[in-house]
């Protein structure tokens, strides 16, 4: 049932086309005959786990995304699955609202161009700043970007770089809907219509639509940092829900916090919380990877 009401879900998009595995091993031989896009996953299955399915697609296909659906008590295996590759996970209470959503943000990022370049080997350092207006095309484009750039530094597996983008498009979003906008997610839990509406609402008027997002990025061989500041009132950070409980994969801020926490290496807020710092450090490649 889950696998059906997913796939339906995908093929809202007429674009997209569900392909579907009654388990785990039978996901590899499907995938072994037609690598698709982006492999949506339950993490309990008979025979082997959607965890296993993870590590077995890592080895097999390591720069094919995939997205798991999380239950209640399954969060503890949700962040292992992320840990060792999954691309995103998508809470099955809101399948309907994220999913879709989640597939073209996965690909998105795993689709663009990441192929290697002589520059990369001439390049020392890369200083990037921008100011955006509140307007999420820009928003989603400047997370691709920065991605690329990365891309051109470091010759890093795609998977590592998909991850990196998917933490930046969260950091950007909530800045854009949360700090600019100062849409809570709370409304978006409890009624997403007349939190679609209010967003609609507050893009067009002040002070709102004059508030910027300010992005710093700095690149070098072994590290990356990213601040990503708005112009909005800020929030307590002591308030945040804890990104390392697996509790809080359930909720709309605390899914982007675990993303964010679990693909960046450290994350900072500054006293006022108009302003999140992440650095990713460049992972050692083993020999003859």
């Known amino acids: 049932m889950d696998r059906r009401r997913a796939g339906g ?51 097999a296909h390591p ?105 930046l498009e969260e950091a950007l979003v909530n800045a854009y809907y949360h700090g600019c906008l100062e849409v809570s997610t709370g409304l978006r839990d409890s009624d997403y219509t007349a939190y679609s509406e209010l967003v609609d609402q507050r893009r067009l008027i002040a002070p709102y639509i004059h508030r910027r997002i300010h992005v710093e990025a700095t690149f070098s061989a072994k590290r990356a940092t990213f601040l990503v500041a708005d112009e909005g009132p800020g929030f307590d950070p002591s308030q945040l829900p804890d990104p390392n409980d697996p509790a809080n994969m359930d909720t709309v801020f605390g899914r982007g916090l675990v993303l964010i926490n679990t693909f960046m290496d450290a994350v900072t807020h500054n006293a006022r919380g108009n302003e999140i710092t992440m650095v990713k450090h460049r992972a050692r490649r083993a020999a003859g990877g």
């Not at 082997?48 to 890592?58: D, I, R, T, Y």
């Not at 290697?116 to 691709?144: D, F, G, I, W």
């Open 9 to 59: 879900l995908i093929e809202k998009d007429q674009d997209c086309r569900a392909v579907y595995a009654d388990d785990g091993e039978q996901a590899l031989v499907r995938i072994a005959e037609e690598v698709p896009d982006v492999v949506v996953t339950d993490l309990t299955m008979p025979g082997m786990s959607g965890l296993e399915l993870v590590a077995a697609l890592q080895k």
């Open 63 to 167: 720069h094919l995304p995939v997205i798991i659906m999380t239950s209640m008590g399954s969060e503890d295996v949700a962040v292992q699955a992320l840990q060792q590759g999954a691309a995103s996970y998508v809470p099955k209470r809101r399948l309907a609202a994220d999913l879709l959503s989640t597939v073209h943000s996965v690909f998105s990022a795993s689709r663009d161009s990441l192929s290697a370049t002589e520059l990369r080997h001439c390049l020392n350092k890369q200083s990037l700043s921008y100011t955006l207006p509140p307007e999420l095309p820009l928003v989603l484009a400047l997370a691709s970007s920065l991605q690329e750039s990365l891309a051109a530094l470091w010759d890093c597996p795609k998977r590592e770089l998909i991850n990196i983008g998917i933490a």
